[in-house]
């Protein structure tokens, strides 16, 4: 049978069955992000496209704060501020990075003020990405891909969650 482009009922009285839109899995559905940003505009843009990526979301506006979170949900995926009200997202990160629990965990850190002569600096703390602001929403979905990887990589990452933390995830 025929597919209609129309949902009209010209289309089906014609007996033409009309098309169904398929609904795609989200690439990273499943799969935890947690924003550490005390900039509520570049937050705002971040947890945008990361949920249009299907990852849930959980933002903390502190750096001590996001360390308590990262424990209790458990992310895929951190985005930091590198200037954080209360520490310096280096720091926060440094403390993220010596726990075995979440030294694998990838970061991405969101800098007003970092040189491209800091990127290497920055990774060998740990950082996986570095995005200036102000971040735009196409290269935040670079860098997300860049950091989890293609389907069959966040396949794996749950797969891994589910061994570390138990059937739920979390």
């Known amino acids: 049978m025929l597919r209609a482009l129309d949902h009209g009922s010209a289309a089906r009285a014609k007996g033409v069955e009309p098309a169904v839109k398929s609904k795609q ?3 990273y559905a499943g799969m935890k992000a947690m924003i ?4 509520v505009e570049t937050s705002r843009l971040c947890r945008r496209s990361l949920e249009e990526h299907g990852l849930e979301v959980k933002e903390v506006n502190r750096g001590v704060a996001a360390i308590a979170e ?3 949900e458990r992310p895929d995926l951190i985005l930091i501020g590198l200037q954080l009200r209360d ?10 990075k010596a726990d ?3 030294c694998l965990v990838p970061i991405l850190a969101l800098s007003a003020g970092a040189l491209p002569a800091d990127d290497p600096m920055l990774r060998r703390s740990g950082i996986g990405a570095v995005l200036r602001k102000p971040v735009s929403a196409e290269n935040l979905a670079r860098a997300i891909c860049q950091l989890l990887g293609s ?3 966040a396949s794996s990452r749950l797969r891994r969650r589910a061994m570390l ?4 995830g979390r």
Do not use: I, Y
Request: glycine fraction near 6%; charge should be negative.
């Open 36 to 39: 550490v940003e005390d900039d």
């Open 25 to 27: 899995r989200p690439l």
């Open 100 to 102: 075995p629990a979440f």
């Open 165 to 168: 933390f138990g059937a739920s």
């Open 87 to 96: 520490v310096s997202g280096l720091e926060a990160v440094s403390w993220l």
């Open 151 to 153: 389907s069959s990589c």
């Open 70 to 72: 990262v424990r209790k």
